[in-house]
């Protein structure tokens, strides 16, 4: 059976994949097809978008596809930078500048007031029908500075509770073990096994 993860970002693919590598799916990212139109995420929650991009490509490409999106949600900053995480800072926005714009607004701010999590919601749709939805949360603080050179996105602020450790000075397989994208996928595990076995 083949899954398309409805993706371009190198990064979050190779984590689901590492994720998923126990079920009976070949997977493939959007990059494996040509003229898949560019799905606007333009969605009002995570929820939103990710049924929105699940649908719109399980639809075009006639394929069993799973969408996530996911986000940084800082209690202090009223749960920004939340569906906009991508985007942070603007037009051309990129890791480093949306960190370094979240460190700026929390400048001074102390440690017990930096409570944040991340959310990640995955849908899962056939032919443009959605099939179920996830959602995985990870508690943590924002640090004062970048740390550690792994993972993607806020990684190297983020400190999960429990952890000393930014998810991006941890393991790549440590922090697939704790994840918000973990939690989700597990759930998400579940929806694809009971359709592939209604659909078999
Ligand atoms: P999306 O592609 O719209 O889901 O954008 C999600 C954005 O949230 C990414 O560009 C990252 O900045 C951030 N993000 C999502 N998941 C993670 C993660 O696991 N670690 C760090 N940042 C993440």
């Known amino acids: 059976m083949e899954l398309v993860v409805a993706t371009r970002n190198k990064d979050k693919l190779r984590e689901i994949k590492a994720l998923l ?3 009976p799916v070949e997977i493939f990212s959007l990059d494996s097809f040509k003229g898949v139109p560019e799905v606007v995420e333009d969605g009002r929650t995570l929820e939103d978008n990710a049924i929105k991009k ?3 490509v399980s639809r075009f490409l006639k394929k069993f596809t799973v969408a996530d999106d996911s986000g940084l949600v800082v209690e202090y900053l009223n ?3 939340g569906v906009c995480s991508a985007r942070y800072s603007g037009e051309g926005a990129t890791y480093k500048s949306n960190n370094e ?3 700026r607004f929390l400048k001074g701010v102390p440690l017990a007031k930096r409570k944040a999590c991340f959310k990640c919601v995955i849908a899962v749709a056939d032919k443009g029908r959605v099939i179920g939805t996830a959602e995985g949360v990870c508690s943590g603080k924002i640090c004062f500075t970048l740390k550690g050179d792994n993972g993607f996105g806020y990684d190297p602020i983020f400190i999960p509770d429990g952890c000393k ?3 991006a000075e ?5 922090k697939n073990e704790i994840s918000h994208r973990n939690k989700a996928l597990a759930k998400t595990k579940k929806i694809i096994s009971k359709y592939l076995s209604l659909c078999l």
């Open 101 to 103: 714009k979240l460190l």
């Open 170 to 174: 941890m393991d790549p397989a440590r």
């Open 165 to 167: 450790k930014t998810f």
């Open 21 to 23: 590598k126990e079920l």
């Open 79 to 81: 749960g920004d930078p």
């Open 54 to 56: 699940a649908v719109q």
